[in-house]
């Protein structure tokens, strides 16, 4: 199974700063990428797919990047509702996987 | 409006059966591909497995392959994952999730139905 690396694991952030997070796959997955925002006690929501398409409704301050095996989600100026769990996701073949997760939380 | 809702969980015995249901609704359901994905609580997203549109092919995770079966009817609107042979660590919040329209992704997902597997 293809291992995605999600990194860091957690990081504080203040509203108004620009966010990075990096997931690495174990191979070349093309640009089968999506990224998800997961808050407490909710179900995640698609936020980008195809590494970089913005999924219908998402705010454009959220954005992705890369291919490959090195990917990116930025958030240019992060809201208050922004603070969440990020969860990058393969799909470039089965079994599907996600990476570890980052928390984003307030400094 | 898409909906869809799980259903079906509850505690089981290890080597216990379960049966989840993911109801559909809001979309032609025949149309989409379908998931399940789970969730220790507090932990990381677990994809577990796909059916397609007609249920003529699945995927499963190598950690429930053999044990749990996915399935559909197209009739009711329905989603089912049939776990058997359970284990402790199958214990987690299950999530039905629909593909998306265009892409594989799912971007429509269930609320989710909590497993939990102790003796």
């Known amino acids: 199974a293809i291992q995605m690396t999600q990194s860091p694991s957690s990081l504080s952030a203040s509203v108004g700063d620009r966010v990075t997070i990096t997931c690495r796959a174990s191979?070349?997955?093309?640009?089968?990428l999506g990224w998800y925002q997961q808050k407490p006690g909710k179900a995640p929501n698609l936020l980008i797919y195809?590494?970089?398409s913005l999924q219908s409704g998402v705010p454009s301050r959220f954005s992705g990047s890369g291919s490959g095996t090195h990917f990116t989600l930025t958030i240019t100026s992060l809201q208050p509702e922004d603070f969440a769990t990020y969860y990058c996701?393969?799909?470039?073949?089965?079994?599907?996987?996600f990476g570890q997760g980052t928390k984003v939380e307030v400094k | 409006e898409v909906q869809l809702v799980d259903s079906g969980g509850g505690v089981a015995q290890p080597g216990g059966s379960l049966r989840l249901s993911c109801a559909a609704s809001?979309?032609?359901?025949?149309?989409?591909?379908m998931h399940w994905v789970r969730q220790v609580p507090g932990k990381g997203l677990e994809w577990v497995s796909l059916?397609?549109?007609?249920?003529?092919?699945?995927y499963y995770a190598d950690s429930v392959k053999g044990r749990f079966t996915s399935s559909r009817d197209n009739s009711k609107n329905s989603l089912y994952l049939q776990m058997n042979s359970l284990r402790t660590e199958d214990t987690a919040l299950y999530y039905c999730?629909?593909?998306?329209?265009?892409?594989?992704?799912?971007?429509?997902w269930g609320q989710g139905t909590l497993v939990t597997v102790s003796s």
């Open positions: 999730a629909r593909s998306g329209n265009g892409f594989p992704l799912f971007d429509y």
């Open positions: 809001g979309f032609t359901f025949d149309d989409y591909s």
């Open positions: 059916i397609s549109w007609d249920g003529g092919t699945t």
């Open positions: 191979q070349d997955i093309r640009n089968d």
């Open positions: 195809a590494a970089s």
């Open positions: 996701l393969q799909d470039y073949n089965y079994p599907w996987t």
